[in-house]
């Protein structure tokens, strides 16, 4: 099931675009693939499912907003559910950024733990870290881009969203999203305690896949990662700042459809199951654009982000 | 080839370290096995392969000071010479941090790209990314931990630093040095050159494999990586600072044993042929520590940082 069709199909597309004779033309990097994409292989991201962070601004006045876009069903709905509802009461508002451990975290919420939670908020179970039986036996099909993994039996996109895959006995495959560079989780206690997502934390390095199925994902950082992953280091244990003026004020964190139409931000994601998609991935596994001397032969599924940007005005 | 025999004991000692019908004690972390490793575990690194940047103070005044241990041979070893040149020479005085880029590297040297060099530095060629045949046939058995890799037949550590490998027609290995999280790399311009070690990056994102075999690995930060992973992001293209005024000066680079004893750094790592590194690795690839409730059963090798600490004062 490594590279099907989709991937093998651009790779010789990618051998055939220096003919026999004629002049050596550069073969695109993987940016220049997505960014030559058709408008109709970029999905929109509905600002229903965006939450954006506004930190108060930096030391020399600049503003600092941070968007995240919310996974999609059937992954983490639980505690996307109570993040819903803890964005509509405002309760974020006034909370602050407590904890950036250097190649690990930056985690923001109540460093207080005292500040009272909406009553209605969902207790999730442990079951629901993974999605069951995602993928049945014949779907696997529909599996565009798969590539080994070290973590899982192997690992693909799912509408958008790098995740990882085990099968269980009848061929069909349990599926839960990774911890790549930017993803967003759901600080937790002990188990069985699963958080509530109140407390989240943003991932700022390598991937620490060893919180897969560990911890609720709920989402990743799509535009401002910079304003967390460049905070100063917490010098207390586990990164949290030992000096609660250390902390990053939150000014407000609101569902972006709850905000006025002109502050909404505007991203769309390039499909995951395009063939666009599909050259990409092949490109970031095998770089054969100028600098690359020794195209690698692989990519593990966190070195291949998927594609967003900004919807121009139009 | 996958976890032999040191790993798997190290992983019978943990399931018996609970017998039937004691209380339950908790399973140490990889930290804590680190730090329970006996002092014969812990290798000292010499003052000669020890370069320390010092960088100009903080916004608050407080001290930056980044620690770069050096790669032994037989990797990397003409531009480490040369890197032992620009030291001795007092080259990267007065430069500076000039690059920033998000989930991928800190880059510093010349910006003006008008200094001269010192006029004895080596040209290295790009066969010398790869150190070759660096395991024999029959060499393989005395590779302690080994896993899956997604880039490579597999990876492995190599005298306290982790290598990728490719088998040859006889079954030695090449072996090459790997792109991790705070890794230090030979900035270059296009093929053929292979850039001298003037310039130099810091990763400080997730892993960007892809650059394996396509540029020279020197070393890796092994203290202060904060004060380059939390600067500010440039806002030029590829990271680089717009404007000069946001470069962040270098006061100087030593080799730490050119420094007067009382400013050198001491520090150890963990000999990656040791028992305890094993089981360190076989906890990193399989938490079951108290927090965890789903082993991963794997680890890339870059979340397997292999454990450096200061010496105590003794």
């Known amino acids: ?5 989709s991937v093998a199909a651009a790779a010789a597309l990618l051998v055939l675009s220096v003919p026999a004779g004629a002049e050596a033309v550069p073969v695109p990097s993987p940016g220049e693939i997505a960014a030559a994409a058709p408008a109709g292989d970029w999905v929109a991201i509905p600002a229903s499912d965006l939450l954006v962070m506004t930190l108060a601004p930096d030391a020399k006045g600049k503003a600092r907003r941070v968007v995240i876009q919310l996974m999609p069903a059937p992954f ?21 950024v407590y904890r950036v451990q250097d190649n690990y975290v930056a985690q923001w ?5 005292e500040k009272p939670l909406p009553d209605d908020m969902a207790t999730v179970p442990e079951s629901d870290y993974i999605a069951r039986r995602l993928f049945a036996a014949d779907d696997h099909e529909a ?41 967003v989780g759901v600080a937790r206690n002990l188990s069985p305690d ?26 990743r950082v799509i535009e401002g990662i910079e304003h967390l992953s460049s905070l100063p280091r917490g010098s207390g ?12 004020p939150i000014l407000s964190v609101r569902i ?28 970031r596994a095998n770089r054969r654009d100028p600098f690359f001397i020794a195209p690698a032969g ?16 139009r």
């Open 1 to 5: 099931m490594t590279y099907p069709f």
């Open 76 to 96: 983490s709905q639980g505690w996307i559910g109570n993040i819903r509802k803890l964005a509509a009461a405002h309760w974020w508002d006034g909370a602050g």
């Open 109 to 113: 919420g109540d460093a207080s733990d």
């Open 143 to 183: 599996i565009t881009v798969v590539g080994r993994d070290t973590y899982a039996e192997m690992a693909t996109f799912y509408r958008g969203w790098p995740v990882a895959l085990h099968s269980d006995f009848t061929g069909a495959s349990d599926a839960w999203p990774v911890h790549c560079y930017g993803a």
């Open 194 to 219: 699963t958080g509530t997502g109140a407390e989240l934390y943003a991932v700022i390095g390598h991937a620490p896949r060893q919180l897969d199925r560990n911890i609720a994902v709920v989402g």
């Open 237 to 248: 244990a586990l990164g949290f700042y030992g000096d609660a003026a250390e902390r990053v």
């Open 256 to 283: 972006a459809s709850d905000l006025p139409a002109v502050d909404r931000p505007v991203l769309e994601y390039l499909s995951t199951e395009s063939d666009s998609f599909a050259r990409y991935a092949e490109a």
């Open 298 to 313: 692989g990519a593990d599924i966190c070195n291949i982000p998927v594609p967003v940007r900004p919807v121009a005005a």
